[in-house]
């Protein structure tokens, strides 16, 4: 049969798939001169903030003690730039159905928060490094901090997640997101950008780890596989749609530790040293220093 035979099925997909009413909600009107978010650029972004927080182990393996003023200071550069083009699109994104001038005030906001981003380099340096002494310290099998800072999902994961968290705090539009689902799709670890969490992080394995956007982590956490700081229940408004912007995860204290597959639900506090362990629901405030497991 020829395919001249089947114009008129094209055509009526084509004709019912332009339809206004097919697509609401899932079209986004791109207007001319406006910017769109880039998942090659945000990698390459993604890349030169680790090579920047993590010096001679990504980007250019040649650096040395010699290089690395020059080094960091051309891949600064270029980030700030790439910042600039990619905060622009998700502003500009997050504004859809209203006018976006771009041209001006919107690039002016950009360039600020990029300038904010780059300030905030050493400090994310600083508590990265305290991930990466976490991780080593806790594993037994780690042989050295090049090792943890090259193989470790958990720590590609919780970078992703410093990077996007601060861009977050700037309330950038969408751009957080995409960077960390970038690393949900790579070590199968998914941190909300809007999740708190503090210094010496530690996740051991890390597949199916998932932390929702309104959890609060302390200090010297660790968690294992599969573990979920998760809601438990989402209030709806009159619609019946679920309202947003609630605290609906857990907190946990420092020092707390949760074994693999624990499901952690609700806006309940995890107390200071604590430990909960595998294969467990907890919906309930736990004391500091108790110790939750499977009855026998």
Known sequence: MSPLDFTHILTQAVDELSDSESFKGLFHQHKDGEPLPSAPVLREIIELARAIIFPGYFGKSTINSQTINYHIGVNVEKLFHLLIGQI???ICFGKTGECCDCAQPQREKATLIAAEFI???PDMRRILATD???AYNGDPAAQSYGEVICCYPAIRAIS???IAHELYTMEVPLIPRIITEMAHSETGIDIHPGAQIGSHFAIDHGTGVVIGATTIIGNN?????????GAKSFPLDEEGKPIKGINRHPILEDDVIIYSNATILGRIVIGKGATIGGNIWVTEDVPAGARIVQRK
């Open 88 to 90: 622009l699109a998700g």
């Open 119 to 121: 300030r905030r380099l």
């Open 132 to 134: 990466v002494e976490a």
């Open 160 to 162: 992703n997640y410093r």
């Open 221 to 229: 956490v660790k968690l294992y596989q599969g573990v979920t700081l």
